[in-house]
């Protein structure tokens, strides 16, 4: 759909031509755009102060070489990149991924995002994100720690526990974060919290891992219960079989859903009788092998080759937790005729806007990436705060803060849809809450 408002749309032509070949993040501009067309009429002064222009040019973009030498001795190149979006309200907070189809605009989609995702925590902290095209699949763990240091070589230049804190993402987890946390220590001499998602002894924080799967359910359980529903007795599918969607599948099937799929980027597991986590985390967290291995531990689960089939599967609720636009039109009409009432995304920016309309049309319950995942960033801002203070706090501190972080998430979407007319379309809460306390920062802050 046109924008509507005059200045939004010639500020978005432009966006279009300063970052050309960069379609994730045109898609994530004008999703938000879409959102704030009430706000840009109801907030001149906003309008005035710039604060549409500045918040879609990053403050800083990095791109650096990352040479490396693999077991053979052969010598590697990969591109790394950081790119600090917004430090209105807090230094740059986002993650690393490394995955082969990183190039600028998707660090640049996902670093948008995270302004108004880590606003929405209420945690004093701004957008950022990084990465690199490199591939840690079938890397021999030396292999990955001397890309690892190499990337860390030049990025510790940027960073600092006051100025740029990265974290894990697809392709990042505690193996990478160990690694790079080593060589940030050896080069700086410093042992501070530069990077969250650290082992536990070495200030990490307690239920960090679980942070963003829990956090998908905390909120979804909220969208649903604000709307007479519940996971109880729930068919789920959940995508992936990473970080978040073991997390998940762990939090929906402990609030009495039963999660029937898995995925990887090769095909899907379907296990009528429920997902055996235990299996899946075997397979995926100690093995590192591919989710077909499954049918090793299930063989009377049904294995299908190729991702896309998985939105085929008859379910009540849809929990997209692989990587962007994973659900297109043709996917989410096929949910809906299913009988799919609700869709929560743990992954960003999963679905396309064609499916988004779908969403809407068929008057299903739609929670957003930027407000549905913040859960793992928040708790990467308790790792923070338990750094500063030199303290670990206990699991169930954690995970009741955490808690309470979705909640009032959920709550700031509502209420933000319900004050500018759009009730019900959390996508418009979260976008419109996460901009205004940003905006009112860069506001006060003048025109840096
Ligand atoms: P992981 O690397 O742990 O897992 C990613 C999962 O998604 C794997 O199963 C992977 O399969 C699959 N996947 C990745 N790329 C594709 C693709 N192109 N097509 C199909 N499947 C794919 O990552 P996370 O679980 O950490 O991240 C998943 C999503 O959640 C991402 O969008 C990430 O940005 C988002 N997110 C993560 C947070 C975190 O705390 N980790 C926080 C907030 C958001 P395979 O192994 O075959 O590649």
Redesign the pocket.
Known sequence: MALQNKYLADLLETVKKRNPGEPEFIQAVTEVFTSLEPVAEKRPDLVEAGVFERIVEPERQIIFRVPWVDDNGVQRVNRGFRIEFNSAIGPYKG?L?L?P?VYLGIIKF?GFEQIF?NSLTTLPMGGGKGGSDFDP?GKSDGEVMRFCQSFMTELSKHIGPNTDVP???????AREIGYMFGQYKRLRNEFTGVLT?KGLTFGGSLARTE??GFGVCYFTEEMLKANGKSFKGQTVVI????????YATQKATELGAKVVTM????GFIYDENGIDLAAVKQI?EVERK??KEYLNYHPEAVYTEG?SNIWNTPCDIALP????N?IDGESAKKLAANGCYCVSE?????STPEAIDVYFENKMLYGP?KAV?????AVSGLEMSQNSERLSWTFEDVDSRLKNIMVNIFKSCDEASKEYGLEGNYMAGANIAGFLKVAEAMKAQGCV
Not at 167 to 173: E, K, L, M, P, V
């Open positions: 993650g991924r995955h189809s996902l995702k699949k974290a894990g993402d697809i392709g990042t987890g998602g942070a963003t995508s992936g079989s990473g970080n978040v969607a073991i995925s990887d980027s090769n995926k591919r989710i991702c937790c692989a990587t962007q994973e743990g992954a960003n920016m999963p990436a995942n913040a859960g793992g960033v």
